[in-house]
């Protein structure tokens, strides 16, 4: 008499996922789950908002006392070095802020995990690293985006009343004011790619944060000491001026100087990308 035997339920194996196999989604939602609970990515944040809306109020706040601290200051001096359009000036002046807290906080999202030993853990369970690295760059980018939405919506509602005092009407629903709105946005969310990126190949958040913020703000001091059109011809292919033209109206610049701005600006993040991408293949981490 031989013994029963029993048939595997093929069913139950069939429904269980193959070992070893993790999808993008599921890495996309342990990045998010780390960004929402660490503590310097959540300040970060924070920092931008309050930044962002603060210099909007402080800004309308200037525009608005600035004429009884001073009686021979008129609304027409006041508006000349502007523009006739000062709601899109308020914006670039506001956004100079937004981006250097969006590159800060594109630089903390990945060296805080270097220094704790997180990103190590990351690779583990993701050998093959890249798809761990291009979530991490794809939520920094939505995070500067946003950021950066946000931070030019805040200004045109902040500074609204104040430029209608003085009969600068402005709606969100205007074309070019949207542009600006849209350009900006774009801005920072490539800033924050091109932070983390950049950030990936240093193991240091001062370090990081040296080479984005000098790259955007002292590089470009630098080449304007320097004398001669050349100079100046080379300043406008850095990222930060390049990226800054797409916070100008189309109809002033037109779309072939915003597209032709946004491909170097685009460029440059690119490159950013490859060489984290190919850096992290090849070192040790």
Do not use: C
Not at 79 to 86: A, K, L, N
Request: proline fraction near 5%; hydrophobic fraction near 60%; charged fraction near 10%.
């Amino acid at each position: 008499m031989s013994a029963p035997t029993i048939a595997p339920d093929l069913r139950v194996a069939a429904a269980q996922p193959a070992p070893g196999k993790l999808s993008f989604a599921r890495i996309m939602e342990s990045e998010w789950i780390k960004f929402t609970t660490i503590r310097s990515t959540l300040w970060g944040v924070a920092l931008a908002l309050v930044g962002g809306a603060g210099l909007a109020g402080l800004m309308a706040y200037a525009f608005l006392v600035g004429p009884s601290l001073d009686s021979t200051l008129t609304a027409a001096e006041m508006f000349r070095e502007i523009g006739d359009r000062p709601a899109l000036a308020l914006i670039g002046f506001d956004i100079k802020l937004t981006y250097a807290l969006v590159a800060i906080l594109g630089v903390l999202l990945i060296s805080t995990e270097r220094g704790s030993g997180l990103w190590n853990t990351t690779l583990v369970a993701v050998p093959s690293r890249t798809p761990a690295l291009t979530a991490k760059l794809l939520l920094s980018g939505v995070a500067g985006t946003v950021l950066g939405f946000v931070a030019a919506v805040a200004t045109v509602l902040i500074t609204a009343p104040t430029l209608a005092h003085y009969g600068f009407e402005q709606s969100l629903l205007d074309p070019i004011l949207a542009q600006v709105v849209v350009g900006a946005a774009v801005f920072t969310g490539l800033i924050g790619v091109m932070s983390t990126a950049v950030a990936s190949v240093v193991r240091s958040t001062a370090a990081g944060a040296g080479i984005v913020l000098g790259l955007f703000l002292i590089v470009p001091s630098i080449f304007g000491l320097i004398p001669g059109e050349f100079a100046a011809q080379l300043a406008q292919l850095l990222p930060g001026a390049a990226g800054m033209v797409l916070l100008q109206p189309v109809d002033t610049i037109g779309w072939s100087m915003l597209a032709t701005s946004f491909l170097v600006f685009f460029g440059w993040v690119v490159a950013s990308v490859v060489l984290a991408l190919v850096l992290l293949k090849r070192k040790d981490v």
